[in-house]
């Protein structure tokens, strides 16, 4: 069984930084690509960053420059450290993961249960 467990939201005043945490759990055998996207209220859930095994990164337009994706590759764990941050990146932080894994089918997209992140003007 594979899980996502996300960490680090909160509430913060517009220009101020968070870092969100997902780590991986269960037998997996690599992680191919992980990554956060967001969803706001009433609106679709868009990517946020990813990062691909081989450490290529990409962003939404809306965030490039001030958040920065890493992943630690014997932790299975990506993070997400967000700078100045706006009251417009208000919304619940998910973590997405697509890896190969001990079990049936063995291999898949897996999503963590969503970090709410609340940025106050």
């Known amino acids: 069984q594979v899980q996502l467990v996300e960490s680090g939201g909160g509430l913060v005043q517009a220009g101020g930084s968070l870092r969100l945490s997902c780590a991986a759990s269960g037998i997996i055998f690599s992680i191919n690509f992980m990554g956060w996207y967001r969803q706001a209220p009433g609106k679709q859930r868009e990517l946020v960053a990813g990062?691909?095994?081989?450490?290529?990164?990409n962003y939404g337009d809306s965030v490039k420059g001030r958040f920065a994706i890493s992943r630690d590759n014997v932790k299975n764990t990506v993070y997400l450290q967000m700078n100045s941050l706006k009251p417009e990146d208000t919304a619940v932080y998910y973590c997405?993961?697509?890896?190969?894994?001990?079990?049936?089918?063995?291999?898949?997209?897996?999503w963590g249960q969503g970090t709410q992140v609340t940025v106050s003007s």
């Open positions: 990062i691909n095994s081989d450490g290529s990164t």
């Open positions: 997405k993961a697509n890896l190969f894994y001990l079990g049936a089918g063995g291999s898949g997209n897996y």
